[in-house]
């Protein structure tokens, strides 16, 4: 509210007083909007195999499991499915991490698919590490489609943990 005189035209102390905080108070609100910057956000990128992972992903979702909103999902056949240069072309696209997530050792539906995919998962670490990009970045997990709360905290432990990390530059155009 802008200042009121009194009937000789004369500024209160008191008007004159709340205008002048009023104003304060919307310079400093503007200013800290102009120097907040939106918090960085990792992006996942989740491969799931889709007799498990992909089902505990759904399940997490039915049964309102809160997981942060980072992970965009891709569904394959098998975790064994998933090669290095998917994972690679991922990163490579801009996502600051991968998850490569299937059936329990032993539960795979093709027999042996989740332990190509854990060998090759290593393999890619490796590589990536000799590129100079941080092997952190590639997560590998086993989760059942009836783990919904494992799936949900995984992904809150991978995305924490690609915050520590931070964003990927190795393959950013600036870098
Ligand atoms: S079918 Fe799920 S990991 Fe192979």
Redesign the pocket.
Known sequence: MPPQGNQFGVFTLDATLTAMIQLLTVGLLLEVCMTQQPEWEPKLLGFL?R??SYAGADLAGTSRKKYPANIRIIKV????RVDSLFIIKALRLGFDGVLVS??HPG????LT??YR?RRRIAITKKFLEYLGVEPQRVQASWVSASEGGKFAEVVAEVTEGLKEVGPNRMFSKES
Not at 77 to 80: E, N, R, T, V, Y
Not at 107 to 110: A, E, L, S, T
């Open positions: 195999c007799w498990c056949p098998c975790s064994g299937g059936c539960d795979c539906h093709y698919g989740n995919a």
